[in-house]
């Protein structure tokens, strides 16, 4: 079976850093996605991480760990627009398991 | 580049009632998917198209529900009939070649509501 799991709500200020964190256990491992999903939007992919470390775009950075099962997405320099849906998604077999997703919001 | 179409964008049906969601991928993309996301919840797959194929149908609930791909391109998920569970967002996704490394493009989704 899947079990991935993330905090169901975070909240910060504009400018500020937020991580956020996704444990998993799953019967395989093909490498972790995270997607950012707005209100009623389409998410929208944002990394894929397959070997261990960190992966670094912009605002954005992804980290696993496969030993631990875990990764986070940390945000920076956050922004109003960032106020979403973040998320977690392992792939195994061609087949994506979602978390339940982190609603991140930000405040002036 | 225009991105995956999904129509109709909301869907009022009353329970027993049939229903069709319609997904058009982005040009070019073989992979086809359709999630459920029901509220609060991530995507769950249904089913996953390879071309014209459908390569992992497991978790489709197939008393009911029923897809097609006939031409590899167009999609149709369809429900008959609908119950008050199946209320939720039907996701549409593509993506340009098979591997797990290779990211989803997702519709906006058709939000199910049955009364």
């Known amino acids: 079976g899947q079990n991935i799991d993330q905090p169901t709500e975070m909240t910060a200020t504009e400018g500020a850093i937020v991580q956020i964190n996704c444990t998993y256990q799953?019967?395989?491992?093909?490498?972790l996605f995270w997607y950012q999903q707005h209100a009623g939007e389409a998410p929208t992919f944002l990394s894929y991480n397959v070997l261990d470390g960190l992966e670094e775009k912009g605002r954005f950075s992804s980290f696993l760990s496969r030993s631990k099962g875990y990764s986070y997405l940390l945000l920076k320099e956050l922004q109003m627009k960032d106020s979403a849906s973040y998320l977690c998604?392992?792939?195994?077999?061609?087949?994506?398991?979602f978390g339940a997703g982190t609603t991140v919001t930000v405040r002036a | 580049e225009a991105g995956v179409v999904q129509s109709p964008r909301y869907k009022i049906i009353e329970k027993k009632q049939p229903v069709a969601f319609w997904c058009n991928p982005i040009?070019?993309?073989?992979?086809l998917y359709w999630y459920r996301q029901n509220l609060g919840q991530g995507p769950e797959l249904l089913i996953r198209?390879?071309?014209?194929?459908?390569?992992?149908d497991s978790q489709l609930p197939k008393d009911r529900f029923s897809a097609e791909r006939l031409k590899g391109v167009d999609s149709t998920l369809k429900i008959q009939p609908a119950e008050l569970g199946d209320s939720a967002v039907y996701l549409c996704?593509?993506?340009?070649?098979?591997?797990?490394?290779?990211?989803?493009?997702f519709g906006q989704g058709t939000r199910l509501t049955v009364v």
């Open positions: 998604a392992v792939t195994n077999d061609y087949k994506l398991s």
């Open positions: 198209y390879e071309n014209e194929e459908a390569v992992d």
């Open positions: 040009s070019g993309h073989n992979t």
């Open positions: 799953t019967s395989g491992f093909n490498g």
């Open positions: 996704a593509s993506s340009p070649r098979t591997g797990e490394n290779t990211e989803a493009f």
